[in-house]
């Protein structure tokens, strides 16, 4: 075999420069969004143990006083520390938004790559679940869950992961289509690997990239569900959330006029973790389809 | 194309037979689709059996259907002397290692998310690893295909074609199976590539005792690794036999249009090819390849043609066959 051992008549067109590594492709931005919302994960962990203001305590600051060191982000009406408030809100806001999507892509991607897979009946029942799913006005899915099953934490996430599960199934379903016509799969099971082993071996590692992707980008809808529903006054009964903070400091008009901090700086929270999400997700598929895909 | 019967099968030991395979797709609104009717042949051990035919001519069809993906419609495939098609799903998934394939799309045939070394172990990690099938044995095997096995760590993405094509036959050689089912193994590479791929074959043909079924659509790569040569037309079989008498004598009228489009070639143009292949939707009846034959009469558009022997290893299906056979003892 050695004569057929030819690496200068059939080049890896890396032999000279290695590609570059993973960290590096995923660019500055990636970097500076996860930054981003590790902070705010951090943030909102530690708040129990950082120096902060109770959040429900009233009279710390003046009404509506703008902020000032100490008070980064001033009080909102009742002279509650906004900074605190945001800090305590992230918690509610970022475990409803990462239950929701773990909601979706534990079911939502199960049923999608089961779906995909094994195609027939069950693959018909999971894609006429996915449209009626989503031709249901989510927020009034949403209201009805919550309404009837109460304001907790718990099933207003679950009633976004139910939101969740259509949309990452489709994906999850049309990915796997894909990738069960290839012929890996099809060696795979002539050296004898089962259904299983082919769906976690094979399958399961090309769909968890875009899925991934996804899920970055749902939290964030998440979120911005979570406000939505404040907004509209049924978020969680006990506790705070962003949405909640951002719908009591932006409810009354001449509140708002007079100091539109107590509801700008939480909004400008919100806003930058979603589009770090966003921009996180992005990049991670962008880079992975790019590179590994469409070779 | 259109040949009927099991007159080419041979006597004696063989390790693949397969007879009267039918393979039918369900089509649109409820037709059928024909992609092998009623294909026989034999492969005895060690030889190497070249199938050609246009795109679409049901080569890769049969071969797949040889190990059961899918399953055939119809007819018996036996490997030593087990019926394929009647195994359980066990008895088969054990059956099955021993006959590997290669395929066109070097690229999609390795999972772009595993290790080339994942990949080239599959097959041992499900059946396990014993003895001599340890690791060094897969190190000795990537090396063997020509691949440094410092690089075993990389993804498929990080290899050329070509390069994925080795990668692609190490798998198919870690089980140490006795047949090895190449469908146009060569076709999706560049020509300089094809040649050192075709060598390495050969040489782990020989090194590994293999068995061949090589499915091309190029005649030049097929006679240069084939004992025997089936042509396809239309999901049947045209003419069969040793390579030297398909390629030197060929008496099938689409054999000779096959040989007549390479360039270069002594058979008259006349012989070549006219025409749009018949859908296998709805297949001529008679002689399947009557639409298109400068020698078509009534009984090619009624009559399917039987196999008649042409010479000592020899077999054409043809009412109106174009040379003259061999005389036989």
């Given at each position: ?25 995923l660019g500055f931005g990636f ?265 | 194309m259109v040949g009927i019967g ?216 097929v006679r240069n690794v084939s ?103």
């Amino acid at each position: 075999m050695t004569e057929l051992w030819l690496p200068s008549a059939d080049p890896t067109a890396e032999d000279e420069k290695p590609p570059l590594a993973l960290w590096r492709r995923l660019g500055f931005g990636f970097w500076v969004s996860v930054g981003w919302v590790l902070l705010v994960i951090g943030l909102a962990l530690l708040a129990p143990i950082l120096p902060l203001e109770d959040p429900n305590a009233t009279g710390v600051g003046g009404r509506l006083e703008g902020p000032r060191p100490g008070l980064w982000f001033g009080a909102d009406s009742t002279g509650r520390d906004v900074f605190s408030l945001t800090i305590w809100g992230a918690r509610i806001s970022l475990v409803v938004g990462f239950i929701a999507i773990v909601v979706g892509l534990l079911v939502g991607g199960s049923i999608g790559i089961l779906a995909g897979y094994f195609r027939g009946l069950f693959d018909g029942v999971a894609s006429f679940a996915f449209a009626t799913l989503l031709s249901f006005p989510a927020l009034i899915l949403a209201i009805l869950i919550t309404t009837l099953l109460g304001r907790t934490v718990f099933w207003i996430s679950i009633s976004l992961g139910i939101l969740a599960i259509a949309p990452v199934g489709r994906l999850a379903r049309a990915q796997t289509l894909v990738f069960a016509e290839k012929e890996f799969v099809m060696a795979a099971r002539i050296l004898g690997a089962d259904d299983r082993r082919i769906l976690i071996r094979e399958i399961l590692p090309n769909v968890v990239v875009p899925m991934s992707a996804l899920a970055l980008l749902g939290m964030s809808i998440a979120i911005v569900a979570e406000g939505t529903l404040a907004f509209l006054g049924i978020s969680v009964a006990d506790g705070l959330s962003w949405g909640k903070q951002i719908f009591e400091a932006g409810s009354r008009a001449t509140d708002l006029q007079t100091g539109p901090h107590a509801a700008l700086f939480p909004i400008g929270v919100v806003f930058l973790t979603v589009l770090s999400l966003n921009f996180a997700g992005d990049r991670l598929r962008e880079v992975f389809d790019a590179k590994e895909l469409s070779l | 194309m259109v040949g009927i019967g099991n007159a080419m099968l041979r006597e004696g030991e063989a390790l693949i037979h397969v007879e009267d395979l039918v393979v039918e797709f369900p089509g649109p609104r409820g037709a059928v689709l024909h992609a092998v009717s009623d294909v026989s042949f034999d492969v005895r051990a060690g030889e190497t059996l070249g199938i050609v035919g246009e795109s679409g001519c049901g080569k890769s069809t049969t071969a797949k259907a040889v190990i059961q993906m899918p399953r055939p419609t119809s007819g018996q495939v036996l490997y030593r002397d087990s019926d394929l098609t009647k195994l359980d799903k066990d008895a088969l998934r054990a059956t099955r290692t021993d006959l590997q394939m290669i395929f066109q799309d070097p690229i999609s045939a390795l999972n772009p998310r595993r290790s080339i070394w994942d990949i080239i172990r599959e097959g041992v990690e499900i059946w396990g690893t014993h003895g001599e099938w340890g690791d060094a044995r897969i190190l000795e095997l990537i090396e063997s295909v020509g691949i440094d096995p410092q690089y075993k760590d990389r993804k498929p993405f990080q290899f050329s074609g070509g390069q994925c094509q080795r990668i692609s036959i190490a798998r198919a050689l870690a089980l140490d199976p006795h047949v090895l089912i190449c469908d146009e193994p060569v076709s999706a590479l560049d020509v300089s590539v094809q040649a050192q791929i075709l060598n390495l074959l050969d040489d782990l043909k020989k090194q590994h005792d293999l068995t061949m079924l090589f499915i091309s659509h190029d005649l030049a790569v097929v006679r240069n690794v084939s004992d025997r040569v089936m042509v396809m037309y239309l999901g049947r079989v045209a003419e069969v036999g040793d390579a030297d008498s398909i390629f030197d004598n060929p008496a099938h009228p689409y054999t000779q249009a096959l040989l007549a489009a390479v360039p270069g070639s002594d058979i008259a143009a006349d012989a070549s090819l006219s025409g749009e292949l018949p859908s296998p939707l709805d297949p001529p009846a008679g002689c399947r390849f009557n639409t298109r034959c400068p020698h078509a009469s009534d009984i090619c558009r009624t009559t399917v043609p039987e196999f008649e022997q042409f010479g000592p290893d020899h077999w054409v299906a043809c009412h109106h066959p174009q040379a003259t056979p061999v005389e036989l003892d």
